[in-house]
């Protein structure tokens, strides 16, 4: 079962940004595609942004044009949130899927609030 570990969450003001990193204990070349989803408070989770393992990027609606996910090595995926909004409250948790399996890291709180 492969780990993912995601850090960089926090507190920020509305327009601010963060880069929320995620470590995989298995080269990310192995799935279908590494992506990042976030669950609000009562809300289901939902997906943010995936990059699978061509490069090739897609992204929720709500977030295109302000978050962008990369890959740095085989071990490390990225994502830029810039002008955050209070919307954009929630956990974030990295994921790995290899066809119908996921695997999901344990989550980083991000809020933005002034």
């Known amino acids: 079962q492969v780990q993912l570990v995601e850090s960089g969450g926090g507190l920020v003001q509305p327009g601010g940004s963060l880069r929320l990193s995620c470590a995989t204990s298995?080269?990310?070349?192995?799935?279908?595609?590494i992506g990042w989803f976030r669950q609000a408070s009562g809300k289901q989770r939902e997906l943010v942004a995936t990059?699978?393992?061509?490069?090739?990027t897609d992204y929720a609606d709500s977030v295109k044009g302000r978050f962008t996910i990369s890959r740095e090595g085989a071990n490390m995926v990225f994502l830029q949130m810039n002008n955050l909004g209070p919307e954009d409250t929630a956990v974030y948790y990295c994921?790995?899927?290899?066809?119908?399996?996921?695997?999901w890291g344990q989550g980083a709180q991000v809020a933005v609030s002034s």
């Open positions: 990059i699978n393992v061509g490069g090739q």
């Open positions: 994921n790995a899927r290899l066809m119908s399996r996921n695997s």
């Open positions: 298995e080269s990310i070349f192995n799935f279908n595609a």
